[in-house]
T-cell receptor, first 113, second 110 residues
Framework: GAGVSQTPSNKVTEKGKYVELRCDPI?????LYWYRQSLGQGPEFLIY????????DSGLPNDRFFAVRPEGSVSTLKIQRTERGDSAVYLC???????????FGPGTRLTVL | GQQLNQSPQSMFIQEGEDVSMNCTSS?????WLWYKQDPGEGPVLLIA?????ELTSNGRLTAQFGITRKDSFLNISASIPSDVGIYFC??????????FGSGTQLTVLP
């Protein structure tokens, strides 16, 4: 597709469960970002990949959060032992190497009951 | 995490009116950006500003990068119903990550 896609669009889980959220960036984009957006707030940075490696993971809130991008394209955000406070929209964005513009996907709405 | 101070939080305006919103920060940014987000969608870039003092237009939108590099404003002229949405400012420092404001919810009344 032409844009960033994210799956699932909605995820409902129970407290303590493990979840995986997937991001398919725009083809050829080397940089990939994850953000978390709580209700009524702007997106907050979580992690940034340049190629396969995490160039900056300073926004991950704790060690329950982990992200991978093994082949430098698709990325998966993994959350262990989910808590109700993890409920938010998780946004993915990608950027081509030389450009500044980040293109956002529609997000995954995570609800932890 | 750090967020920019964006105001107003919400605005109700009549169709055809002009609207202005702004962002301030305690930190310096090298780039200021303005995004619009519709329900169920990710933010879409409207305008990017790269130099202090820069004034840039995109159709009915005008944005400026403050001289101090700590603030920016966005103006929308002659508002129309499709301008409804949430507008976010974002700043980028030397790191590639973006720091977002908390958003301005714009409602355009017919």
């Amino acid at each position: 597709g032409a844009g960033v896609s994210q799956t699932p669009s909605n995820k409902v889980t129970e407290k303590g469960k493990y979840v995986e959220l997937r991001c398919d960036p725009i083809s050829g984009h080397t940089a990939l970002y994850w953000y978390r957006q709580s209700l009524g707030q702007g997106p907050e940075f979580l992690i940034y990949f340049q190629g396969t490696g995490a160039a900056d993971d300073s926004g991950l809130p704790n060690d329950r959060f982990f992200a991978v991008r093994p082949e430098g394209s698709v990325s998966t955000l993994k959350i262990q032992r989910t808590e109700r406070g993890d409920s938010a929209v998780y946004l993915c964005a990608s950027r081509s190497g030389a450009a500044d513009t980040q293109y956002f996907g529609p997000g995954t709405r995570l609800t932890v009951l | 995490g750090q967020q920019l101070n964006q105001s107003p939080q919400s605005m109700f305006i009549q169709e055809g009116e002009d609207v202005s919103m702004n962002c301030t920060s305690s930190s310096i940014f090298n780039t200021w950006l303005w995004y619009k987000q519709d329900p169920g969608e990710g933010p879409v870039l409207l305008i990017a500003l790269y130099k202090a003092g820069e004034l840039t237009s995109n159709g009915r939108l005008t944005a400026q990068f403050g001289i101090t590099r700590k603030d920016s404003f966005l103006n929308i002229s002659a508002s129309i119903p499709s301008d409804v949405g949430i507008y976010f400012c974002a700043g980028r420092s030397t790191a590639r990550q973006l720091t977002f404001g908390s958003g301005t919810q714009l409602t355009v009344l017919p």
